[in-house]
């Protein structure tokens, strides 16, 4: 097992609210207007790992996800979106969990 580095942004930063790991950036944020809960999508991430896809049954319906954890902590922080046939322009963006989140 290697070393795992991490990339520190600057600005204004969303971080993992358990270790503080910077995660995002506002310039990479594309809405804070999610319609069944508090979450926002990203663009980009960085620092975490994903899960396998899975099909998992949602408010808005089922959809194809990878799962987002934290690349120090291992939190599940949100989800990437995989497959989304109604939504194309959400295809591989990062919808993280509000309440997970620190702004720095």
């Known amino acids: ?23 995002a950036t506002e310039d990479d944020l594309l809405s804070k207007a999610c319609k069944y809960g508090q979450a926002y999508l990203f663009d980009q991430v960085v620092n975490v790992d994903h ?36 939504n194309k322009y959400k295809e591989g963006k990062c919808v993280l969990e509000k309440k997970l989140l620190d702004e720095i």
Not at 4 to 20: D, P
Request: glycine residues 10%.
């Open 1 to 23: 097992m290697g070393l795992t580095y991490r990339t520190f942004l600057e600005g204004m930063v969303y971080a993992c609210l358990k270790c503080r790991t910077h995660l």
């Open 51 to 86: 899960g396998a896809e899975v099909d998992r049954a949602m408010t808005t319906g089922f959809h194809t996800i990878r799962d987002v954890h934290c690349g120090k902590c291992c939190t599940v922080l949100g989800w990437i979106k995989a497959f989304n046939d109604d």
